[in-house]
């Protein structure tokens, strides 16, 4: 440089260079921040703007009637006329990440004492339990991040597994169970596999925070792995380790497999059928050592608007001293709707049941259900169940919905019951 002062022409080119090219690259990283997104500017804005918001509100009036309540004239009888309401959010995405929070309320619109909220109001002690006791919570909290076809996330969430047999939300109930959990899916490391684990830590459970049985703790793990045969159908595997230390006698390791699938045979006719086994035993500290076998076979057929089928599930018995549990499951949908075995008797439980169903005109769904039950140990006779359903969907958001069971028992002294719903809902 010493040498170039002593040239001015020289000099006065090689700095006329350098601010040329001072001014190109502070020119070029202006048009780069011109035209990528800044983080603050942008990316975050867009992450908490171009979300999502979520409202459902669910109105409905159930009746209930329980042999094994009440003491006079009619004091089992219960009526309950509850709102629930959903509000949330899900943001956009940032780099992968995701996040959600919805609360929910459950509000009585009538006089509490009318019904039994799960044991809630000792007014109401002798009537029949209706499991929707009033309850403001956050409902879902989470985050995520999502890579490579693989979502990792970390919160109360919604777990749904199948048909929600062993794993669900309870979401006929008005309260929403959900989970604290961390979980993993991935969609493409083994071809036309989903891959699923959980860790659960807490579950909250459909009775709310004021509820002594409201939340268990739990150490428990969730394997899932469902693979599309395609035209066959659905083939799943599955693992439950649940460990749970509020309901020990509940705590076990459940390992089974399942194939179900639907097969058009032309252009008014198709069939449906499902096969699942599984085996359960202890896990944890459960205090009782046992094993038990689980299996269901349904076969169905679709005849235009018609649709009918069979169904056989057994939830066996070690000998009599325990049956099967399925205590995370949403145990409404299954051995009939009037509750009477959301917990598996002692000497297990078959259920014979079958279905028809017609889309009546206006867009009606009816369906009804007849279900035999007996003790899978000993063969007990545990009653017959009725149940009806029919549905309405008004426009993209609004539906109604009237149901109904009757229970009546066998020759083993379980309660007979009744119960029938009406109800209104908005989903947005």
């Not at 009746?63 to 629930?84: C, K, W």
């Not at 057929?301 to 499951?329: H, R, W």
């Amino acid at each position: 440089m010493n040498n170039l002062n002593k040239h001015p022409r020289y000099s006065n080119r090689v700095h006329a260079l350098l601010a040329i090219a001072c001014a190109t690259i502070v020119q070029t990283r202006a048009e780069e921040t011109k035209d990528s997104p800044s983080w603050f500017k942008d990316k975050l804005p867009a992450f908490l703007t171009e979300g999502k918001v979520n409202v459902n509100s669910n109105l409905r009036y159930e009746y209930a009637d329980i042999d094994s309540f009440g003491g006079g004239p009619d004091p089992a009888e219960s009526n309950a006329l509850t709102l629930r309401t959903r509000l949330g959010y899900t943001t956009g995405n940032l780099s992968g990440f995701k996040s959600m929070l919805e609360f929910e309320n459950v509000t009585s619109l009538i006089d509490e004492d009318n019904y039994n909220p799960a044991g809630l109001n000792p007014n109401s002690a002798t009537k029949s339990v209706i499991a929707d006791p009033e309850a403001t919570e956050v409902n879902r909290a989470w985050l995520s991040y999502e890579k490579m076809d693989t979502t990792v996330k970390f919160g109360r969430q919604r777990i749904v597994l199948d048909n929600a047999r062993f794993v669900g939300n309870v979401i006929w109930r008005q309260n929403e169970q959900t989970f604290d959990a961390v979980s993993l899916k991935n969609t493409s490391l083994i071809p036309k596999t989903e891959l699923f684990y959980a860790y659960l830590f807490r579950i909250h459970r459909i009775f709310g925070d004021d509820h002594p049985a409201g939340n268990w703790d739990s150490d428990s793990h969730i394997f899932h792995v469902a693979y599309d045969l395609g035209k066959p159908g659905k083939l799943t595997g599955y693992g439950y380790l649940l460990d749970l230390p509020d309901a020990l006698a509940l705590s076990s390791s459940t390992f089974g497999a399942s194939l179900d699938g639907k097969y058009t045979i032309n252009d008014a006719w198709a069939a449906s059928y499902k096969a699942e086994f599984a085996m359960q035993s202890d896990y944890g500290d459960n205090p009782i050592d046992y094993s038990a076998p689980y299996y269901h076979l349904n076969a169905g057929g679709f005849y235009k608007k018609f649709n009918f089928g069979l169904g056989y599930e057994v939830l066996a018995s070690d000998n009599g001293t325990i049956g099967f549990s399925t205590p995370l499951a949403t145990a409404h949908a299954f051995n009939g709707w009037a509750d009477a075995f959301l917990a598996t008797p002692a000497d297990g439980l078959e259920d014979m049941y079958a279905w028809i169903g017609y889309n009546l005109p206006g867009g009606v769904p009816l369906k009804i259900l007849y279900h035999d039950f007996s003790a899978e140990d000993g063969g007990n006779d545990y009653g017959n169940e009725v149940n009806i359903l029919a549905t309405k969907k008004l426009g993209k958001y609004f539906s109604l919905l009237a149901k109904a069971a009757v229970y009546q028992d066998g020759d083993n002294g379980r309660a007979g019951r009744t119960r029938y719903w009406l109800q209104a809902a908005f989903n947005f």
